[in-house]
């Protein structure tokens, strides 16, 4: 049940949501999610605004995929090990760009991101944890042993149970929490 419905307009990532939300326990964000806001949006809110329980959102095809993948998947990165640490995704349908006036070029989908009781991996600062993955990802083709050589030794990869020969694609969030967790504790 919701007490009140706030359609918001203008800029949303300069937006004050946490004084919009103030007063309210559970939100649900639905929206037609612009292409170059979409990721950075929902990364932030779901980082800094934990009212927000659920989203369902409208969005290109291509990062709805993103949003969504599992690790091992071509569209699995940063972003969706943010998503999975904090929320579980499924991608709802896609909207045919024939149906809007003017048509786009892409295709878009309909995605369902529903905020976990508690985030995937606990015990280590989300931040902590986020430099790891974009450090990795920021070298997505090579091995982790040679994009984390400045952090994470061979000792580290052998406690976490990863193989340092992997790409950061194949590591899903629990095994990135485990890799984290080593370099935290350290």
Not at 137 to 143: L, N
Request: hydrophobic content about 45%; overall charge neutral.
């Amino acid at each position: 049940e919701h007490s009140n419905i706030t359609v918001v307009e203008g800029d949303a990532l300069t937006l004050d949501w946490r004084s919009l939300l103030a007063d309210e326990s559970r939100v649900t964000v639905v929206a037609n999610l612009p292409y170059n806001v979409a990721t950075p949006l929902v990364a932030d809110l779901l980082d800094t605004v934990p009212q927000i329980d659920r989203f369902v959102v409208m969005v290109q095809r291509e990062v709805a995929l993103r949003l969504a993948a599992s690790a091992g998947s071509a569209d699995y990165g940063a972003i969706s090990v943010k998503v999975a640490y904090w929320a579980t995704a499924r991608i709802l349908g896609d909207v045919p760009p024939t149906v809007f006036v003017p048509r786009p070029k892409v295709t878009s989908s309909i995605i369902e991101i529903t905020r976990r009781q508690s985030p995937a991996v606990d015990g280590i600062p989300a931040d902590f944890l986020f430099g790891l993955v974009r450090q990795a990802f920021g070298q997505r083709r090579k091995m982790l042993r040679r994009s984390l050589s400045d952090k994470v030794t061979e000792a580290d990869f052998a406690a976490a149970g990863i193989s340092p020969e992997d790409r950061p694609e194949r590591l899903d969030v629990q095994a990135w929490g485990r890799l984290a967790r080593v370099l935290w504790n350290r």
